[in-house]
């Protein structure tokens, strides 16, 4: 099955500066990578996707790239604000089922 | 409209007690989820149902785990005799059919927090 591993764990920055998380994934049939943000004591929601047949995306302050032959996609969140402060899950399907990271705790710091 | 449900919220059960866990999806949508959050850990996948097809159990972590849904809608988690290392929050998710395919957003539910004295 499908093993996503995600880096970092936690993550901090300055506001304004950008972050980075990274991702990779074991199944080569994996054909859809999602990032979900999840607040503290909220549910998780989709910030962006990214299809297979892409190699990159992009809305306003969030780009995610990927990398095929790699295995592996990033999230990048640029002029970053407090609010963006979250635990952010990267995610990756292939058949039927959905596999997220263990998750990375940005901070951001006013 | 309204998103996913679930239900109790917060569930409180003594060690060796079975419990079940409801999620009501969004209507229409064919797919469901369920997953497994511990403290400050990530989301561990558990079950997916698809329409009427068998349902993917490769997640559950023993056999004390088992997951129904009735009529391709509500879906019942249930955990029998209950384990301290049990306790977590447990979500589901659903997607919509449609052409979009493989590529559907999970809309998650608020979760069930789940305690074993």
């Known amino acids: ?110 | 409209g309204a998103g996913v449900s679930q239900s109790p919220s917060n569930k409180v059960t003594e060690k060796g007690k079975d419990v079940e866990l409801r999620c009501d999806p969004i209507s229409g949508h064919t797919a469901l989820y369920w997953y497994r959050q511990s403290l400050g850990q990530g989301l561990e996948f558990l079950i997916y149902f698809q329409g009427n097809s068998a349902p993917d159990k490769s997640g559950l972590p023993s056999d004390r785990f088992s997951a129904e849904r009735t009529g391709g809608s509500v879906s019942t988690l249930t955990i029998q005799r209950t384990q301290q290392e049990d306790s977590a929050v447990y979500l589901c998710a659903s997607s919509p059919p449609g052409l979009a395919g493989p590529y559907n957003e999970q809309f998650f539910g608020p979760g069930t927090r789940l305690t074993v004295l």
């Open chain 1, 1 to 110: 099955g499908e093993n996503v591993e995600q880096h970092p764990s936690t993550l901090s920055v300055q506001e304004g500066d950008s972050a980075v998380i990274k991702c990779t994934y074991s199944d080569s049939a994996s054909n859809y990578f999602p990032w979900y943000k999840q607040e503290l004591g909220k549910r998780p929601q989709l910030i962006i996707d990214i299809r297979s047949n892409v190699g990159e995306k992009k809305d306003q302050r969030i780009a995610v790239t990927l990398n095929k032959t790699a295995k592996h996609f990033s999230l990048h969140i640029t002029e970053t604000q407090p609010e963006d402060s979250a635990v952010y899950f990267c995610a990756a399907k292939s058949s039927n089922d959905m596999r997220f990271g263990a998750g990375t705790r940005l901070t951001v710091k006013p």
